[in-house]
């Protein structure tokens, strides 16, 4: 797909107007390639809080703190159920993919996790100073 604006430049420039409100800033790059979120982790890091990619529901295990300060994790996760294709009922998701009849997305409901990341920060310099991965299984019962 063709960018219609540079995703570097545009977070670069927002980061200029949010810095005069806050020193804690979080960008969520959603993006298919691994390759790109970790080229704006390192354009961002010293530059912003986090980096936390999104996109491809599978929560990856490289989160770290960046030599700026940034913390950074290719994909954060996702919240929903895990027995399943990325959220859909696995059957649905291969009929669709078989037939290239389009189906109606039915949610799975098997297995579902909170995923994500906690993140420790320098409030005065909006430094992340820790990074740890979370996955809470969901028994449906709490």
Same mark, same amino acid.
């Given at each position: 797909?063709?960018?219609? *604006?540079?995703?570097?430049?545009?977070?670069?420039?927002?980061?200029? =107007?949010?810095?005069?409100?806050?020193?804690?800033?979080? &960008? *969520?790059? +959603?993006?298919?390639? @691994?390759?790109?979120?970790?080229?704006?982790?390192?354009?961002? %890091?010293?530059?912003?809080?986090? &980096?936390?990619?999104? +996109?491809? +529901? &599978?929560?990856?295990? %490289?989160? $770290?703190?960046?030599?700026?300060? @940034?913390?950074? =994790? @290719? %994909?954060?996760?996702?919240?929903?159920?895990?027995?399943?294709?990325?959220?859909? !009922?696995? !059957?649905?998701?291969?009929?669709?993919?078989? @037939? !290239?009849?389009?189906?109606? /997305?039915?949610?799975?409901?098997?297995?579902?996790?909170? !995923?994500?990341?906690?993140?420790?920060?320098?409030?005065?310099?909006?430094?992340?100073?820790?990074?740890?991965?979370? $996955? &809470?299984? /969901?028994?449906? $019962?709490?």
């Amino acid at each position: 797909m063709k960018n219609l *604006d540079c995703p570097f430049r545009a977070g670069e420039r927002e980061i200029e =107007i949010l810095k005069k409100e806050t020193s804690i800033i979080l &960008v *969520d790059f +959603h993006a298919e390639a @691994t390759s790109e979120k970790m080229a704006m982790g390192w354009f961002m %890091d010293g530059k912003v809080t986090a &980096v936390l990619g999104t +996109h491809t +529901h &599978v929560q990856t295990s %490289d989160e $770290k703190i960046l030599s700026g300060g @940034t913390a950074y =994790i @290719t %994909d954060a996760g996702m919240t929903g159920p895990m027995d399943s294709v990325i959220g859909i !009922q696995k !059957q649905v998701a291969l009929n669709r993919l078989l @037939t !290239q009849i389009p189906w109606k /997305f039915d949610v799975a409901t098997d297995e579902v996790e909170l !995923q994500g990341v906690v993140i420790e920060v320098d409030p005065k310099t909006g430094k992340s100073q820790r990074i740890q991965r979370i $996955k &809470v299984p /969901f028994d449906g $019962k709490s």
